[in-house]
């Protein structure tokens, strides 16, 4: 009911930035919370970034100071701006949105930092 598509993925250096998008289609409801996920090679999925309906926000502390989640909830977007760019930062990043234990997953985008 809720389809996810990400896009803005893709080669960034060490200390470089790269701006993630996601937008959200379908049954939303007004109350919700979006964010996203990595999964590196070999890796669990991890939390990055989490953000409320009303603005609240949540981060991992290894993207703490460095990548900023926002939301503009007329276009039904959520981005994560991601600076200063580590090399463990590579990693497929998924968008998820979740609302009432409903959960949606994007299809994934591939971001790779060079060192």
């Known amino acids: 009911q809720v389809q996810l598509v990400e896009s803005g993925g893709g080669l960034g250096q060490a200390g470089g930035s790269l701006r993630l998008s996601c937008v959200a289609s379908?049954?939303?409801?007004?109350?919700?919370?979006m964010g996203w996920y990595r999964q590196a090679p070999g890796k669990q999925r991890e939390l990055v970034a989490s953000?409320?309906?009303?603005?609240?926000?949540n981060y991992a502390d290894s993207v703490k100071g460095r990548f900023t989640i926002s939301r503009d909830n007329a276009k039904n977007t959520v981005y994560l701006q991601m600076n200063s760019l580590k090399p463990e930062d590579t990693a497929v990043y998924y968008c998820?949105?979740?609302?009432?234990?409903?959960?949606?997953w994007g299809q994934g985008t591939q971001v790779t930092v060079s060192s």
């Open positions: 379908g049954s939303i409801l007004k109350i919700n919370v």
């Open positions: 998820h949105y979740r609302d009432f234990g409903l959960d949606y």
């Open positions: 953000i409320t309906s009303v603005g609240s926000t």
